[in-house]
């Protein structure tokens, strides 16, 4: 499956040869162990350099004696290049007592070790541990060009439904289904204010009522008693409506935004050598999926091409699904079923 090259698509981002560098929380690290001062930002990274008189010992001829050797290692091994091994280091450092700040370090540029080694499903179980239990901030993952390529992935929206500070599919869900409606949360309370407030009136008029019927100097009158319950019942019975209403447009639109967002968990071919999940188009494409026999994906295609100006202007990508014919028409019925 892959986008379709006439239409605007996701932009690739330019892969420039650059030495590899360690993130922001290992450099937080070196900074509180080896002491170097030094200033970096989110945007580049510095690797904190030692004095030129300290000798620097090579990782394959001296193994750890500590965690913090390890990570040490570790950080030297990934600015050099060298994944395997710092991923080993890593992994040896998370086994000999770590405190929680080394724990973190090792975790998250473990994480960074896997996506270049393409491994995501690791990378994002591994920043999802130092999120979840030593207090790495999800936002520093979120911005981190290092994992860029792992939150394009199926597996880091998997990853998020469990990580601290992450919006869940579920929140996510919750958020989308009141924007379509933003008032009816407010309108709802409302109306079920206003029915409670019948009921209780309804109560008291049916009271009234039994002392008219029961006769008395002070009952009030019949007529106005009757024309009470009418109004009160009334009442009830329309706030009842309103609320029933409002209920089942709210579950219509949560079933609609939860389908919205099973496909956007669908993976896309965008290029030769890049997937994402159809989620990455959110905010900056307007992704439209043509599913079909390839026959009639290629006449939908011919036919869009007069209009590519227009779809280009209005940042519209077209994916085709490309299925069995007769599978797909059953399913399209289904489906047709489904959103009546």
Not at 10 to 36: D, G
Not at 40 to 64: D, H, L, M, V, W
Not at 168 to 180: D, F, P
Not at 220 to 249: M, Y
Request: hydrophobic share 40%; with cysteine.
């Amino acid at each position: 499956m892959g986008s379709v090259p006439f239409v605007t698509c996701m932009h690739r981002a330019t892969q420039a040869s650059v030495t590899p560098k360690p993130p922001v929380s290992s450099l937080l690290l070196l900074r509180q162990l080896n002491k170097c001062p030094k200033a970096f930002g989110s945007q580049s990274r510095r690797r904190c350099k030692r004095a030129a008189s300290q000798p620097r010992a090579s990782t394959a001829q001296q193994a750890p004696a500590s965690a913090k050797v390890a990570v040490e290692q570790g950080l030297e091994a990934f600015a050099n290049g060298d994944t395997t091994e710092a991923l080993r280091l890593f992994r040896k450092g998370l086994s000999m007592n770590p405190s929680k700040d080394e724990a973190r370090a090792a975790l998250y540029n473990m994480a960074c070790c896997l996506v270049k080694e393409k491994k995501w499903q690791a990378a994002a179980d591994a920043v999802s541990d130092a999120c979840n239990n030593y207090g790495l901030k999800y936002a520093v993952a979120l911005k981190d060009p290092d994992l860029r390529q792992l939150r394009e992935r199926r597996e880091w929206l998997d990853a998020t439904e469990n990580i601290k500070g992450a919006v869940s599919k579920a929140s996510l869900v919750e958020l989308r289904s009141e924007a379509k409606a933003p008032f009816r949360l407010i309108r709802m309370f409302l109306t079920l204010g206003a029915g409670a407030a019948a009921v209780v009136s309804l109560g008291i008029t049916l009271y009234a009522l039994k002392g008219v019927l029961q006769g008395g100097k002070d009952a009030p009158e019949l007529n106005g008693v009757l024309l009470n319950v009418v109004i009160n019942g009334a009442g009830i019975a329309g706030t009842s409506w309103l609320f029933q209403r409002d209920l089942k447009a709210r579950q219509r639109d949560r079933s609609s935004v939860e389908r919205e967002e099973a496909l956007a968990r669908l993976q896309v071919r965008v290029g030769s050598d890049r997937v994402v999940p159809v989620a990455k188009f959110r905010g900056s494409t307007r992704p439209v999926l043509i599913a079909g026999s390839k026959g009639q994906i290629s006449r939908t295609l011919q036919a869009a091409k007069p209009f590519i100006s227009e779809l280009r202007l209005r940042g519209v990508s077209v994916i085709p699904l490309e299925s069995d014919a007769a599978d797909f028409t059953q399913t399209l019925k289904s489906l047709k079923q489904e959103f009546k």
